[in-house]
């Protein structure tokens, strides 16, 4: 629409144009020189936002520059506004028209009528000379660059016609853009007083933050110091309601405890200051909580209890269950309620005293049924009489099957079968089986021994720290009192009328291991039943082996003081004497029992004692060979290496000493062999 304003006037012969293009309200972004026509971007002084054919459009645009040039109240954004300072578009505007209209006093002569002025392809290829300056810089020149205006031929009517009807279409469209950016001018002004709204918001949210940030700092201060304090002074109603109404099981421990730490807290506390006024409060609450916990901790105990008398029951299972699995019960029963933790800890105790004196009645009972080899006075090493007899516990004498009152034999295995468990009392009732002193020895007191471990572990697992180790062991006494007293009883019964020295020292040796299984266990509580039922063996032993003494001397003393006949020398042998095979196998059976015993032992003493007579017994009873010194040597050497062979594979301090001691008496006689 440029290219057609400009069609209407008169150009120069030598000059060219560029080519048309469409309509557009936005300046034209055109390269070429400066030519005799001006678009609105190459006349000085027209500014590209608003120009016009009227000084009332001028106006007007220069009034919407300016509206847009304020700055809105509030705003923090930074506006520019670049300032004209070209020739003024109205005196510019008005050198153009004064062109265009015929008459004027400026206009150029005119051109013949029939002369038509065209645009060639030539003028829109032509090249035009600026002064090697921009359009911008062209534009903006102090004094514009004059235009040979008389070269333009005249225009007729028609054409001025025309050019005039071209310039009001581009007068409406340049109004048509006036409208558009003044609509754009709007928008960007109410955007940008949204954008002060928003940065105004911005600025009160950043104060608000920062208030909001020092206000939870300060309440995280005061909840660090207010917290704990909080904590103490408040029971949950979950709490309250596991105490009041919940089973009892792990989860009603947990709150149990949790009771126990706010009522401490509330102890601590103090009752009389006004800061504690939480805790005043809570006080009522906690105390009523506090019985109804120990309500139920009675009722839970004693449940338990009346469970221990129950026939056919083990205690055990339920201690580990039901006692142990709750211990945190009886201490704070015995904190808030010490006399009732009294009373509930004297009927466990009452109730265990009779469990275990009731049991061990019974499996007693079930032991005197098995059958025993009973060794008399007859059956000491000097006897003649070899008769074998066996006999229950009882007093009842019946015969038996034979046995060997010198010979140690298997009956050392019981001593090894440290993992053996007690024979039950059904198998002890149908066993058909004799057996010596020691089995009845070993069950009643393997079991006692498993028993003792098992109440005083738990006593102190399940009483403490609320009761002393001293006063548990007391309780441990009183529990078990009459159970010991009865071990000792039946120890009295076995070991009273025996001859059994092999029996005896295994009883000790058994009651040692036990000794040492309860020190290892660490169960101090029944040293003096140990203590005791070594009192009882020992002397026993001792006795018997005194006897065995007192029968060899009786034989030496039974010897004639004169040789025989030489008759009746000729039909003694120099085998080894019945006499020697008893004391060998003896002996054999001390000394196997003793590989680990010291030298203070009062057996060692009995067995010097023993070997002494035995050996006097021999000596005099050689002198019955008279004059034959040889056979009665050989008699010797047969009877110390029968002796020597017995004992020679026996281990031990005391078993070296008697094999060297036998050596040489063996050596002695040896020329004689």
Known sequence: MWLDRLAGQSPSPASSQPPSRAY???????????????????????????????????DSSASSLLASSRRTAGSNLKQTTTVYAGPDPVDI???????????????????????????????LHATFDFGQLSLQSLALLDEPRSMNINSNPPQSAEEHDRSEAKFEALHQSIQACDEILASVETNLASFQNDLATVSADIETLQERSAALN?????????????????????????????????????AWVKALHEVDKKDAAYKKGGLGSERNKGLQDL?????????????????????????????????????????????????????????????????????????????????????????????????????????????ALSSSRIAGPPHDAFNLGRRVDI???????????????????????????RNFNLALIDNVSAEYTFLAAFFSP????STISRHFTYIFDPTLQLGQVLTKTLASETYDAIGLL????????????????????????????????????????????????????????????????AKLSTAPHVVTQRFGQLLHGVLSMSTEAGDDEPVITSLGRLR????????????????????????????????????SDVRGKLAVDEQAHFEGLKAAFQEAA
């Open 415 to 441: 001593l090894r079968a440290s993992n053996q468990a007690a024979i039950s009392s059904y198998l002890a009732e149908e066993d058909q089986s004799t057996h010596y002193l020691e089995t009845i020895f």
């Open 466 to 469: 609320a009761l002393s180790y």
């Open 506 to 569: 295994l009883s000790i040796r058994l009651n040692q291991h036990f000794q040492f299984e309860l020190q290892r266990r660490k169960i101090p509580a029944a040293d003096n039943y140990i203590n005791g039922t070594a009192m009882i063996l020992w002397p026993r032993l001792q006795f018997v082996m005194n006897a065995h003494c007192e029968s060899v001397r009786a034989l030496t003393t039974a010897l004639p003081t004169r040789p025989p006949p030489k008759a009746e020398q």
């Open 93 to 123: 505007l008005a050198t153009l028209l004064a062109d265009s209209i015929p008459g004027s006093a400026t206009s150029t002569p005119s051109l013949p009528q029939n002369q038509v002025t065209t645009i060639t392809s030539e003028d």
């Open 612 to 647: 002494s007579e035995v050996e006097a017994f021999l000596t005099k009873y050689s002198t019955a060979f008279g004059t034959e010194k040889r056979k009665r040597e050989r008699f010797l050497y047969t009877n110390y290496s029968l002796v020597l062979t017995i004992i």
């Open 214 to 250: 020092i206000r939870l700092e300060n309440r995280k201060a005061v909840e660090k110091g207010l917290a704990p304090v909080v904590e103490e002074m408040s029971v949950s109603p979950v709490v309250v309601a596991k105490i009041a109404d919940g089973h009892v099981d792990e």
């Open 283 to 391: 006080g009522p609450l906690l105390e009523k909580l506090v019985q109804k916990a120990i309500e139920r901790i009675r009722d839970f105990l004693v449940a338990q209890i009346k469970a221990l008398r129950s026939p056919h029951i083990n205690a055990q299972i339920i201690q580990q269950q039901n006692f142990l699995k709750f211990r945190e019960l009886f201490s704070f029963l015995h904190k808030h309620h010490p006399t009732l933790a009294d009373e509930i800890c004297l009927a466990y105790m009452n109730t265990m005293r009779w469990y275990y004196a009731n049991q061990f009645a019974r499996y007693e009972n079930a032991l005197k049924k098995i059958k025993l080899h009973v060794l008399d006075k007859s059956d000491v090493l000097g006897n003649e009489d070899t008769s074998r007899r066996g006999a």
């Open 24 to 58: 557009s309200p936005a300046p034209a972004r055109s390269s070429s020189s400066l030519g005799p026509y001006v678009t609105s971007q190459q006349r000085p002084g027209v500014s590209p936002r608003s120009s016009s054919l009227s000084i009332a459009s001028a």
